[in-house]
C-alpha cells in the first residue's frame, strides 16, 4: 500500500514538519516569481551575469556569486531572505528581477519499500502551460538514488515503457532539471540545517541522495544542453558536489550524441539495449530503426575514458517470451565482447494496458547466471516503488499534450541540432 502525504496536514516527525512548513513557503514564492527567469541551473558565468544585470560592481561579480552559490547549492535555500550575509538591498534587488522558488509539489509518495515519488509542477513559461514530471528517490544500503526526467513526455515509443505512451510536451530547463534534486534534498532533510556555519561545505558522506541517474520521463540526449548545464551544477564540487562517477545517464541509443556526452558531461553511461537481434530491438526500442544496433555498439566502444573501472551499464527488461531465452543470453555476451561493460537485468514493470509480462524468475536467474560465467556482472534490479508506480517505466504525467504543431516545431529545430551536431 503506497502512503501519500498532505503536505498540509501530515505531521510524521517534527523535521518533516518543519520541511512542511517551507514547501508552503516554497508554493507562495512560487506563484509570486512565476514570471522571473530562474537563477537555478545557471553556470557560475551565467551567475555572474545575472548579477551584473541587477547592478553589482564588477570586481564584486566573483565574490559574490561564490555567496550565491554556495547559499543555493550547500545550503539549499529558496528565498533570498535567508542569504545572511548578502546585503539586504541587493537580496531586494535580485528578488525584484529573479526566483530561486522549488517547483511545487503536487503529490509526495511514499512506497512501502521507502521509495518516495514527487509529482512536481513547473509553472507556465511564456506561451507554454504549466507542466508536470515525476521525480523517484530510491533509497539503498549505503546509497541512495534519485531517478531524475529530461522531458515532460517522451518522443520515442519504446513499447514495453508507459512514459512512451506519453507524447512529449516539452523539454525541461536547466533549473527544473536541477530543482528536481534541490526538492528532494529538501523533503529528505539532506540541506545542512541553519545551525551550519556558513562556508561549510557539505560533506560527501553521510547523504541521503547519493546518485543521481537521468533515467526518469524521456530521453536525455533529446535534451541535450539542458541536461548538460544541470549535470555541470549538480557535479560541482563546491555546491551539490555529487561526483561525476555517481551520476549515470540512461539513453535509449541517440548515436550521434553518445561520443559528445562522454566528452562533454563526463558521467557514466547507461544503454537501454534490451534486445540482441535488430528485428526484435526495432520494435522494442523504435530508435533502433535509425541507429542500429552495430552503429550502437561501435559508438559504445568509442565511449571515452572507457576501463574496467568506468563500465558502460547495458540495461536489458525482461520480457516473458520475448527476448529472454538462453539464445539472447548468449548472443549478447557475443555482442558485447570488447566492450567494459556490466548488464543490469531489469524485470519488466507492468502499467495499466502494456502488452508485456515480467520473465519468471527463475528464467531471469538463469540468465544472469549465464551472463555472469561469461565474465559480466549482472545484477537484477529489485523492483522497487511498483505500489506507488514508481518503478523504471511506470512514470507518467497527466500534462496536457503539445498541439501537434508545437511539436512538430519542436522535432523539426531538435532534427537540425542533431545534423549540426
Ligand atoms: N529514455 C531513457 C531513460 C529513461 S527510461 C532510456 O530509455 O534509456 C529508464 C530505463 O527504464 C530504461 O532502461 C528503460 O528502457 C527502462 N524501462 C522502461 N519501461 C520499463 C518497464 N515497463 N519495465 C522495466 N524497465 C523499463
Ligand atoms: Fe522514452 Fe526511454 Fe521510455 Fe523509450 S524507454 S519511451 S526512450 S523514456
Not at 5 to 22: E, F, V
Not at 360 to 386: C, H, K, L, M
Request: with cysteine.
Amino acid at each position: 500500500m503506497a502512503v501519500s502525504i498532505d503536505l498540509a496536514n501530515s505531521r510524521p516527525t517534527p523535521s518533516a514538519a518543519a520541511l512542511a512548513g517551507q514547501a508552503a513557503a516554497n508554493a507562495a514564492s512560487v506563484q509570486a516569481g512565476a514570471e522571473k527567469p530562474s537563477l537555478i541551473g545557471l553556470s557560475r558565468e551565467g551567475l555572474g551575469a545575472a548579477l551584473a544585470a541587477v547592478g553589482v560592481p564588477e570586481k564584486q561579480l566573483r565574490m559574490r556569486t561564490q555567496q550565491l552559490w554556495h547559499w543555493l547549492y550547500v545550503r539549499g535555500v529558496s528565498d533570498f531572505s535567508q542569504m545572511a550575509n548578502v546585503a539586504k538591498d541587493l537580496r531586494q534587488k535580485l528578488a525584484d528581477a529573479y526566483s530561486i522558488a522549488r517547483p511545487e509539489i503536487v503529490t509526495e509518495q511514499i512506497s512501502v519499500d521507502g521509495t518516495r515519488k514527487w509529482v512536481l509542477r513547473f509553472p507556465a513559461k511564456g506561451a507554454a502551460r504549466p507542466v508536470e514530471i515525476e521525480t523517484v528517490y530510491i533509497p539503498e544500503e549505503g546509497r541512495g538514488t534519485l531517478c531524475v526526467s529530461s522531458q515532460v513526455g517522451c518522443t520515442l515509443t519504446c513499447t514495453f515503457c508507459h512514459t512512451g505512451t506519453q507524447r512529449l510536451v516539452r523539454n525541461l530547463t536547466p533549473d527544473e532539471i536541477v530543482g528536481q534534486i534541490l526538492i528532494a534534498r529538501d523533503r529528505l532533510g539532506d540541506f545542512p540545517d541553519a545551525a551550519t556555519p556558513a562556508g561549510a561545505i557539505v560533506p560527501s558522506e553521510g547523504r541521503l541522495v547519493t546518485n543521481v541517474v537521468m533515467m526518469g520521463m524521456g530521453e536525455p540526449l533529446y535534451n541535450f544542453d539542458s541536461v548538460k548545464e544541470a549535470l555541470a551544477v549538480a557535479s560541482d564540487g563546491e555546491g551539490l558536489s555529487l561526483s561525476k562517477r555517481r551520476i549515470t545517464l540512461s539513453t535509449s541509443g541517440v548515436v550521434p550524441m553518445i561520443g559528445k556526452a562522454g566528452e562533454e558531461m563526463g558521467v557514466m553511461l547507461a544503454i537501454s539495449l534490451h534486445a540482441v537481434r535488430d528485428e526484435l530491438r526495432d520494435e522494442l526500442v523504435p530508435i533502433n530503426r535509425k541507429y542500429p544496433l552495430a552503429e550502437l555498439l561501435d559508438a559504445c566502444r568509442a565511449y571515452p575514458g572507457l576501463s574496467n573501472a568506468k563500465r558502460i551499464t547495458f540495461e536489458y527488461v525482461m520480457l516473458k517470451g520475448v527476448n529472454d531465452s538462453l539464445a539472447d543470453a548468449k548472443e549478447l555476451v557475443r555482442i558485447l565482447r570488447g566492450i567494459p561493460a556490466k548488464i543490469n537485468l531489469i524485470p519488466f514493470n507492468p502499467w495499466p494496458g502494456s502488452r508485456y509480462e515480467c520473465s519468471d524468475w527463475d528464467q531471469i536467474e538463469r540468465f544472469a547466471d549465464y551472463v555472469n560465467q561469461a565474465g559480466y556482472a549482472s545484477p537484477i534490479r529489485t523492483p522497487r516503488g511498483r505500489d506507488i508506480f514508481a518503478a523504471c517505466g511506470q512514470l507518467k504525467s497527466e500534462s496536457e499534450r503539445m498541439r501537434k504543431k508545437e511539436r512538430t516545431e519542436l522535432e523539426a529545430s531538435r532534427i537540425s541540432e542533431l545534423a549540426a551536431g
